[in-house]
C-alpha cells in the first residue's frame, strides 16, 4: 500500500516553457504531499508543502509564482515549472505520509527536467 | 531553523568493515528518523527508520542509534559488501510544521573489495 505515482518519469523542454509535473496517491488520500528538487550530487530540498483544498507553503526562497502547486483532490498534487529556464533543470520528486502504516513517508518516482 | 547535518560527505571503507554515518537535527520535537539508501536517478529506497520512543533498532548488518538528548542519530553498517556503496542520506520530521521531512547533506559510500 501507500503508492505513489509520479509523471512524467523524464521531460525536455524549451526555455519559456512550462511544465506540469503529477503525483497521483494510487490506494490511499493523500491530504499532504510534499515537493522536493534535487540537483546533481546534492541533497533532497523541500520546495514545498501542498494540502489538499488549501493554498501550498513554500520553503524560503522558493518562488510560489514560478513554481505553481496544486492539490485539488485527495489524490492529485501538481507541480507547474513555469517560464522554466536552464537552471531549473532538476530532479523534482513528491512524497507522501504514509497513511498505511501510521508514520512514514512514500515517494514518487521522480521527474527528470532538462531545460534547453 | 529546521535543519539536519551529515557527516562524513563521503566515506571509504574495506569490505567487511564497519561504516557509521552520523546526523544531528536541529528541533527537538523531531520525532521520526528515516535512512535512505538512493542510486542515480532514483526514488531514495528506505533502508531502516527509527522513531523517538525507541534508543536503537537493528535490521541485520543496519542498525540506527538515536540520541534524543543530544539530537543526533547515527547509522551503523557492518560487514560492508561493494553492493552497500550508494548515497545515503539521513531525514528528521519536524513535526510543529506539517510533519515535513527535511534530508541530510548526503554521505558516499565506497566499498572497495
Known amino acids: 500500500g501507500a503508492v505513489v505515482s509520479q509523471h512524467p518519469s523524464w521531460v525536455i523542454c524549451k526555455s519559456g516553457t512550462s511544465v506540469k509535473i503529477e503525483c497521483r496517491s494510487l490506494?490511499?488520500?493523500?491530504?499532504?504531499m510534499f515537493w522536493y528538487r534535487q540537483f546533481p550530487k546534492q541533497s533532497l530540498m523541500l520546495m514545498a508543502t501542498?494540502?489538499?483544498?488549501?493554498?501550498?507553503?513554500?520553503e524560503q526562497g522558493v518562488e510560489k509564482d514560478k513554481f505553481l502547486i496544486n492539490h485539488a483532490s485527495l489524490t492529485l498534487s501538481t507541480l507547474t515549472v513555469t517560464s522554466a529556464h536552464p537552471e531549473d533543470s532538476s530532479f523534482y520528486i513528491c512524497?507522501?505520509?504514509?497513511?498505511?502504516?501510521?508514520?512514514?513517508?512514500?515517494f514518487g518516482s521522480g521527474t527528470r527536467l532538462t531545460v534547453v | 531553523g529546521e535543519n539536519v547535518e551529515q557527516h562524513p560527505s563521503t566515506l571509504s571503507v574495506q569490505e567487511g568493515d564497519s561504516a557509521v554515518i552520523k546526523c544531528t537535527y536541529s528541533?527537538?520535537?523531531?520525532?521520526?528518523f528515516p535512512w535512505y539508501k538512493q542510486e542515480l536517478g532514483k526514488r531514495p529506497q528506505l533502508i531502516i527508520d527509527?522513531?523517538?520512543?525507541?534508543g536503537e533498532k537493528k535490521d541485520q548488518r543496519i542498525a540506527v542509534t538515536l540520541n534524543k538528548t543530544a539530537k543526533h542519530f547515527s547509522l551503523h553498517i557492518t560487514e560492508t559488501q561493494p553492493e552497500d556503496s550508494a548515497v545515503y542520506f539521513c531525514?528528521?520530521?519536524?513535526?510543529?510544521?506539517?510533519?515535513?521531512?527535511?534530508f541530510g547533506t548526503g554521505t558516499r559510500l565506497q566499498v572497495f573489495p
Open positions: 531525514a528528521a520530521t519536524f513535526p510543529y510544521n506539517t510533519d515535513k521531512l527535511i
Open positions: 528541533d527537538s520535537a523531531s520525532n521520526y
Open positions: 490506494d490511499f488520500q493523500a491530504t499532504t
Open positions: 512524497s507522501a505520509p504514509r497513511m498505511d502504516r501510521g508514520y512514514g513517508y512514500t
Open positions: 527509527i522513531r523517538s520512543n525507541v
Open positions: 501542498s494540502n489538499e483544498g488549501s493554498k501550498a507553503t513554500y
